[in-house]
């Protein structure tokens, strides 16, 4: 009995697990201000899944939470991003901003009082980017730039190498 409520309880672990999606972004409307505060749960659910997915050019979820948060960050009134040097550190890489893009977003999102500060957002953005770069499985490829960078991370000496 307990081998088959255990069966039971991992099938249907496993088929909820698997039936997760990001939601349908073309479908969240941002034409106005109160548009974009509407969809800031959605433009955090769109960063989380962009960091937890290794990065595939061919999966479509990924490509609309992507869109979707470029989209968002370029027209919500309450946030203000900027790239940076970043975009010239990561070589223009579309994958890898996009994963900056969604750093900067679950930062400001989850620390919406520090999110003023640009030189902290800009620090905790490239820790998280870092931290997913250096995972093996999320399928970047790591340039020196990049190697140095997580070394100085590691160290505590990240703010000096940016």
Do not use: H
């Not at 975009?87 to 223009?92: A, G, R, V």
């Amino acid at each position: 009995m307990k081998k088959t409520l255990f069966l039971l309880f991992a099938l249907v672990t496993t088929t909820f697990l698997y039936a997760q999606n990001v939601p349908d972004f073309t479908q969240i409307k941002l034409d106005k201000p109160d548009d974009y505060r509407a969809a800031n749960t959605y433009a955090l659910v769109a960063a989380n899944a962009l960091l937890s997915d290794p990065i595939d050019k061919e999966k479509i979820d990924r490509q609309n939470s992507q869109k979707f948060l470029f989209k968002w960050m370029s027209g919500t009134p309450d946030y203000g991003f900027t790239f940076g040097n970043s975009q010239k550190i990561l070589n223009n890489n579309p994958d890898l901003l996009g994963i900056y893009a969604a750093s900067m977003v679950k930062f400001c999102l989850e620390n919406k009082s520090e999110s003023k500060d640009l030189d902290k957002t800009k620090i905790e953005s490239w820790k998280t980017l870092l931290a997913y770069c250096d995972l093996p499985g999320n399928n970047v490829k790591l340039t020196k730039k990049l190697k140095k960078l997580i070394e100085a991370n590691k160290n505590g000496e990240l703010a000096k190498e940016l």
